[in-house]
């Protein structure tokens, strides 16, 4: 079998794993994604053979760290076959990955179907917006096309127009604060509840521009959170903003859901709180407590062994996501986490090796990297 | 500068080499009593301290450089130093900056490494003071060596009239622009080997990359044998302790490196080899990232303001154009990276 057939089986079977008609384990498709890109991604197959060969178990499998993103490419086809590339916004270094996608409909599969089971909490048509500048064409951002996703799925309008201006809620001058008045005021009308897809530093500035003010949104509507302020605002503790969110927006704290996502996965993970959603109804729905979908499972390891740590203590998050199909089907991310009772405890990121003097940090460096 | 005001300053400097002296000479108990304080704060080996000690701190520089130090340090009414953390034995060339510019200097020394000034300090009684807090006023003069961060957090909080020396982040290369013969190639990779593993590598001159004008399998070929000359010389000069901070670098380094290419364990650390243009800065721990490049001097220009030592074999025509494209950096040979001339700063980049 081809490469890419072998591929297109690989996509097949992680949507029927997430659709629950599947035949196979999780354990049995990430091994099979695993031995599929050794064979074909010869970067892996370095990672693998330094690990001593090909794993035979889910925890065996060594983590691409997300620094390999930014420095190479990480996928086992070739620039020509790309449908979609998403770049990571680069925190707190100037240089930029990049995660190439042959294959759309495993994304948007995934993503609509943990999104909808995370976020909607009825039947009930949903009007959305975006904290978030006007998406690109074709998108950049792994966020920007998740939220366009949303848009279009979440409404069941059809042919919802997604491209336009009244949705995407950032402009050049900062948050378009009547924009989400005027959401909020025609959600109302039609007996709509509205979603509101957000960075934290978007909602940050939300918060600014309205100074202390509300901006009261329909019964029922939810707020989506996700990443963090990457020095583009003031920072606010995560249940100091949450409150501070559910008071200006008049709606409950639950309401207001956290994702985590990221560039280099093709899935995401959310707090269970959202009131009569499909996810609260299956998981302890605590703010802070990071749900994994059945297709990703997060393994904290020690930082220095890469090991994974004893069940409840903290460790790195290595992330293995079936989504990741033709580039890394586990990352090695620096995020702290803490496995507990329904999902993962986010503790923020490790920290790298303190400057010691003039010796150039690695950070510093990839900052200074001609792109 | 009249002769009198030469030799002024050149006399504040002699028991400061003085003092530099007694603490290289193993045989004392000052010098003993040294070692074991210097391993306990800086984290390196025994053996590193003495390895750094014997290679790199200057007991006994010429008159040539000592008389260009001080002809290109400006007076100053106070010299001020503030002092890094991270290679010990830099405590004496910067407070002889001082001294050359002052004849009241204080130092107020890393809270990680507060040994070295100390030291130097008791073998040379009244030649400076060691401070908690420096307080620079106007007609005073500040060198600050440590990260830029440091430096950009000092600038803000000077008084207006201070002058301030800033020698912030860097770090060193390598370029092997000719392939030498096989007994030429040991000898450069053994000096190499000794650079990267001086202080552990946590220097600003420290090597952290080798860019090599030849083929990729000629390149893979002198990674592997540099990895070798670390190994061999980590028998001798062992790794120091690394915090789990550094070791989780390296370890995320590790695997980013095998994603990128071939990887060869070095002793305690690791030599990575990479394509053309696949620039990767390892962390400090004596690890080196080694790619080919067809034009390592232009493939420098790049990283120009960053660069603080560059270790060059090749033609001397070459030697003079890497000069000019990183007029920031000392350019040396291999082997000599963590020693440079006692001639003023370890890097050009204040010039």
């Not at chain 1, 029922?220 to 302020?229: A, D, L, N, R, Y």
């Not at chain 2, 800086?42 to 006994?60: D, H, K, P, T």
Request: aromatic residues 6%; glycine residues 8%; negative net charge.
């Amino acid at each position: 079998m081809t490469r890419t057939a072998r591929s297109d089986r690989l996509h097949e079977v992680v949507r029927r794993f997430a659709s629950g008609d599947g035949d196979h384990s999780f354990g049995e498709i990430a091994l099979e994604i695993a031995h599929f890109q050794r064979e074909f991604s010869p970067g892996f197959a370095r990672l693998c053979a330094s690990r001593g060969g090909s794993p035979s178990r889910v925890d065996e499998i060594p983590g691409v760290p997300c620094d390999a993103f930014r420095l190479t490419r990480v996928a086992v086809h070739p620039e020509a076959e790309d449908r979609l590339r998403f770049y990571t916004s680069g925190t707190t270094s100037g240089a930029r990955g990049m995660h190439a996608m042959r294959v759309t409909e495993t994304y948007q599969a995934l993503a609509l179907k943990f999104g909808r089971a995370a976020l909607l909490s009825n039947e009930r048509a949903h009007h959305v917006v975006a904290l978030a500048p006007l998406l690109d064409d074709p998108p950049t951002s792994s966020l920007g096309h998740m939220m366009a996703m949303f848009m279009v799925d979440f409404e069941q309008r059809g042919h919802a127009q997604v491209r336009t201006g009244d949705r995407w809620l950032i402009g050049d001058q900062g948050v378009d604060l009547d924009g989400l008045q005027k959401a909020a005021e025609r959600a109302q009308q039609l007996r709509e509840t509205l979603l509101v897809l957000a960075t934290s530093f978007a909602l940050v500035g939300l918060l600014d521009a309205l100074d202390g003010g509300t901006l009261p949104l329909p019964t029922g509507s939810i707020v989506m959170q996700t990443g963090g302020f990457k020095g583009k605002t003031r920072e606010i503790e995560p249940a100091e903003l949450r409150t501070t969110l559910a008071r200006a927006f008049g709606i409950s704290e639950a309401q207001i859901v956290s994702e985590y996502g990221m560039t280099e996965l093709t899935s995401q993970l959310y707090e269970a709180t959202v009131p009569g959603s499909a996810l609260s109804r299956e998981r302890s729905g605590s703010p802070g407590i990071y749900a994994e979908p059945p297709w990703l499972r997060v393994i904290p390891v020690d930082p220095t062994t890469l090991e994974p740590v004893p069940s409840g203590d903290v460790g790195i998050a290595r992330i293995i996501d079936l989504g990741n199909v033709d580039s890394a089907i586990a990352i090695q991310t620096q995020d702290r986490v803490r496995r507990v009772e329904g999902g993962v405890v986010l503790l923020g990121r490790a920290a790298g090796a303190p400057p010691r003097g003039c010796s150039l940090a690695i950070e510093e460096f990839l900052a200074s990297k001609p792109q | 500068m009249t002769d009198f005001d030469f030799e002024a300053r050149r006399a504040r400097l002699d028991p400061l080499f003085e003092s530099a002296r007694s603490l290289a000479d193993g045989t004392s108990e000052r010098g003993r009593n040294a070692r074991q304080r210097l391993a306990a704060s800086s984290g390196l080996s025994a053996e590193g301290v003495e390895f750094a000690l014997q290679r790199c701190l200057e007991i006994a520089p010429n008159e040539r450089e000592i008389a260009a130090l001080i002809r290109s340090t400006p007076i100053a009414r106070v010299a001020h130093v503030l002092l890094a953390g991270n290679v010990f034995v830099a405590a004496h060339r910067a407070i002889a900056i001082a001294l050359a510019a002052s004849s009241e200097v204080r130092v107020r020394a890393s809270r990680r490494e507060p040994e070295m000034a100390e030291l130097l300090l008791a073998g040379a009684p009244n030649s400076f003071q060691v401070v908690h807090e420096l307080s620079p006023l106007a007609g005073d003069r500040l060198w600050a060596y440590g990260s830029d961060e440091t430096m950009a957090d000092v600038a803000t909080t000077l008084a207006s009239g201070v002058a301030m020396h800033a020698h912030g982040s860097g770090f060193g290369v390598a370029l092997l622009d000719d392939l030498r013969s096989e007994s030429d190639l040991e000898r450069l990779l053994a000096g190499l080997a000794e650079d990267i593993a001086l202080f552990d590598q946590r220097g600003c001159l420290s090597p952290r990359v080798l860019l090599v004008n030849a083929a990729q399998s000629a390149v893979k070929t002198v990674a592997r044998a540099l990895a070798d000359e670390l190994e061999k010389l980590e028998e001798r000069v062992p790794r120091g302790r690394l915090p789990p901070e550094e070791l989780s670098e390296i370890a995320k380094y590790r695997d980013t490196a095998h994603f990128l290419g071939d990887v060869f364990e070095a002793g305690a650390g690791f030599v990575s080899v990479g394509d053309a243009g696949s620039w990767l800065l390892p962390p400090t721990g004596r690890n080196i990232h080694v790619l080919p490049s067809a034009e390592p001097i232009a493939a420098l220009a790049s990283y120009g303001p960053l660069l603080t030592c560059c270790a060059f074999a090749g033609e001397p025509a070459r030697r003079q154009a890497l000069g000019r494209t990183a007029p920031g950096a000392r350019v040396c040979r291999f082997g000599e990276m963590q020693r440079p001339p006692f001639d003023g700063p370890v890097d050009r980049r204040d010039a």
